[in-house]
Structure formats: C-alpha cells, structure tokens
C-alpha cells in the first residue's frame, strides 16, 4: 500500500485549503485511514480518521467543527478539508493507511502505510 498526500501550502489564518491522500496497492474499504499532523519540534499528532463500514469519522479536539474528511471510493482518495486556518495548525500533514478496516485509532504508532506529508503553512 503506498499513499500519496497532496495539497498543501501557504494561506492565511481564516483561510481554507483541502488535502488530498491517493490510496494504491489498497482499497479505501479496506483500509482505515487517518491524518496526523507534526509540527516543528513537536511529536506527530492525530489529526482525524475514518473507517469506511458505517463511515464512522474522529476528529480531533483541536479542529473539530473546522476541518473535515471525506473520501471517494471510485478515486481512491480521501480528502481532508481544512476551513477556519489558525496559525497553530502549520505543520506538514501526513495521511495514514492502518492496514485493516476495522476501528480508528489516534495513535500514529498503530498505522502500518504512510505517505510522504504535505506542508501547511498558515500565515497571519
């Protein structure tokens, strides 16, 4: 399973910008797939994630209400929509494949596939 992340770039704070994870090798439906996020100096953190068997979604505390995930199945792809930007929120963004459909953990530790991170950077 490789995952390719995609999508970021300088904006500033109260702006939006989308992400974009392209699966291969794998299937959404057979993957739980998460985006983490780490900033400089910091350890990564979970960001959100979403299992495809009742399209359960976590988000967390810190974007929830502001950010979003979606995914299209056809694409292979999953999408992470970021609205209201806060400055807190520059770090690279990495999207995650857990190997297994199952149940979403927020420990980075438990995905198997990573992508190569996507830099956001929020300005003021």
């Known amino acids: 399973v490789q995952l390719q992340a995609s999508g970021g770039g300088l904006v500033q704070a109260g702006g939006s910008l989308r992400l974009s994870c392209a699966l291969s090798g794998g299937t959404l439906s057979d993957n739980v797939i998460g985006w983490f996020r780490q900033a400089p100096g910091q350890d990564r953190e979970f960001v959100a994630a979403?299992?495809?068997?009742?399209?359960?979604?976590t988000y967390a505390d810190s974007v929830r209400g502001r950010f979003a995930v979606s995914g299209d199945n056809a694409k292979n792809t999953v999408y992470l929509q970021m609205d209201s930007l806060k400055i807190e929120d520059t770090a690279v963004y990495y999207c995650a494949a857990a190997g297994h459909p199952y149940y979403i953990d927020t420990s980075a530790p438990t995905y198997m596939y990573w992508g190569q991170g996507t830099l956001v950077t929020v300005s003021s």
């Open positions: 979403i299992v495809w068997s009742g399209m359960k979604i």
